[in-house]
């Protein structure tokens, strides 16, 4: 079965740059979830989409940005990066008719250094 | 706001003994749902376990079975016979009901399991 597909795997950049994650739900997956987990630390929710529209807004910083495309996968964007970003990104799809089950993808890993 | 409090960073038994996880959660919700997540060395998120807050019956995923009390807001998590490769962070979740769209989980912050042979 498909799964939620993630790209890039790790990546690694400087204080400053730019970063982009990208996201590709399960097919008729119409829910995208982000969430950031840094070292040690539970997966803390960021930002998610229902329908290509924007749902609910966790503890995402302002530098990040994301939005989910007609297609439904979805993109975080992640500018002025610091060290504290260094962290490993999930990205969870569901059905948004009610049934309750998030899948995981295998997460992007994200060192700033 | 909804909390979830795992109290036992970790613990640590031996192969084929029976082990359990503790969860609270607070939460003003009647509907919701609670969940167990097994993060294993690779990373990877896999739901283990499953439970419908307006279900009675405890949930059981052969070897995982949870104890669900809705009024004490507890969910602990059981594994029976427990295998090497359950070595791993549990996570316990929450999330609230909803007829459609998005709905966010909030985690507990994990209890990381070693089994030992």
């Known amino acids: 079965a498909a799964g939620v597909i993630q790209s890039p795997r790790h990546l690694i950049k400087e204080k400053r740059e730019t970063a982009t994650l990208k996201c590709y739900p399960i097919?008729?997956?119409?829910?995208v979830y982000w969430y950031q987990q840094g070292p040690g630390q539970d997966p803390q929710f960021l930002i998610s989409f229902y329908e290509k529209m924007q749902s609910d807004k966790g503890s995402i910083p302002d530098r990040f940005s994301a939005q989910q495309f007609s297609d439904y996968h979805s993109e975080l964007n992640m500018s002025s990066l610091e060290l504290g970003d260094s962290a490993l990104y999930f990205c969870?799809?569901?059905?948004?008719?009610?049934?309750?089950?998030?899948?995981f993808g295998p997460g992007t890993r994200l060192t700033v250094t | 706001a909804q909390t979830v409090t795992q109290s036992q960073p970790e613990m640590s038994v031996q192969e084929a003994e029976t082990v359990t996880l503790s969860c609270t959660y607070d939460?003003?919700?009647?509907?919701?749902?609670l969940f167990w997540y097994k993060q294993p060395p690779s990373r990877q998120m896999i739901l283990v376990i499953r439970?419908?807050?307006?279900?009675?019956q405890n949930a059981t995923e052969n070897r995982f079975s949870v104890n669900f009390q809705k009024a004490a807001k507890s969910f602990s998590l059981k594994i029976s016979d427990s295998q090497l490769g359950d070595t791993a962070m549990y996570f316990c979740a929450f999330m609230k009901q909803r007829s459609e769209g998005a709905q966010k989980l909030v985690f507990g912050q994990g209890t990381r399991l070693t089994i030992n042979p």
């Open positions: 439970q419908e807050a307006y279900k009675q």
């Open positions: 939460t003003s919700e009647n509907n919701y749902y």
């Open positions: 969870a799809s569901s059905l948004g008719d009610g049934t309750y089950e998030q899948y």
């Open positions: 097919p008729r997956h119409d829910t």
